[in-house]
């Protein structure tokens, strides 16, 4: 079945550690997003790509790091920069074709620092 | 992006018909209206989307008003299982980054 696979599902980050979260999709979508949510609020955008080798910051960049040198793959990179990165992290793709449609979500990553 | 309003929570009885309201008074003539939904601690699914008419579909209703300031999705028999954080976003679909608010908490009660 296609789908958006996030791995691992809980990941724990030592102190000036940093840490990559996985996204991969077989849903030949061209668009993929990261967004991060912290309990009880909604979802706030960290990194999007639009198309291989292209990306651009959301609302809340800094701290993070990613990379689209596949279609499929968008990770994400959480840097020892981000000071508080505890939080529930989930991927999305959607397609582009003439106009964008509906957003795919990944089943998400819940990111703790030990 | 335009700016949407949605109440923080909201209670409905099962097997009633359950609507959420949305304000988006800025909205742009090219913006659809989205709903998503999502359950605790899952991703987001995708529920429906409008321009200006009316849709449906096998998951729920939308009615976007004339003027397009506002929306309401409507779940016509409410089941334990659509108790979710449900988010109206409002886009024009194309290249751009998608954002999401705080949605609204809909609690469906025995």
């Known amino acids: 079945d296609g789908g958006i696979t996030q791995s691992p599902k809980y990941l724990f980050r030592k102190e000036g550690q940093n840490v990559t979260l996985s996204c991969e999709q077989n849903?030949?979508?061209?668009?993929m997003y990261w967004y991060r949510q912290d309990p009880g609020q909604g979802l706030r955008l960290i990194y999007y790509?639009?198309?291989?080798?292209?990306?651009q910051k959301g609302d809340i960049a800094e701290g993070y790091s990613v990379s689209r040198e596949k279609k499929e793959s968008f990770p994400l990179t959480v840097t020892s920069a981000q000071k508080n990165p505890t939080a529930f992290y989930l991927c999305?793709?959607?397609?582009?074709?003439?106009?964008?449609?509906?957003?795919?979500f990944g089943s998400g990553t819940q990111l703790s620092v030990l | 992006d335009a700016k949407t309003t949605q109440p923080p929570s909201m209670d409905c009885a099962e097997g009633r018909a359950a609507n959420l309201p949305c304000n988006h008074s800025?909205?742009?003539?090219?913006?659809?209206v989205y709903w998503y939904r999502q359950i605790h601690s899952q991703g987001p699914q995708y529920i429906i989307h409008?321009?200006?008419n009316n849709e449906t579909n096998e998951m729920a209703s939308l009615i976007i008003t004339e003027d397009r300031k506002s929306s309401t999705l409507i779940l016509p028999h409410a089941t334990l299982r659509d108790t979710a954080v449900y988010y109206c976003?409002?886009?024009?679909?194309?290249?751009?980054?998608?954002?999401f608010g705080t949605g609204t908490k809909l609690q469906v009660i025995p």
């Open positions: 849903l030949n979508h061209d668009a």
């Open positions: 790509s639009q198309i291989v080798n292209d990306f």
């Open positions: 409008g321009l200006k």
């Open positions: 976003i409002v886009e024009t679909g194309g290249y751009q980054k998608v954002t």
């Open positions: 999305a793709s959607s397609t582009m074709t003439g106009r964008r449609e509906k957003l795919f």
């Open positions: 800025t909205i742009s003539g090219n913006e659809y």
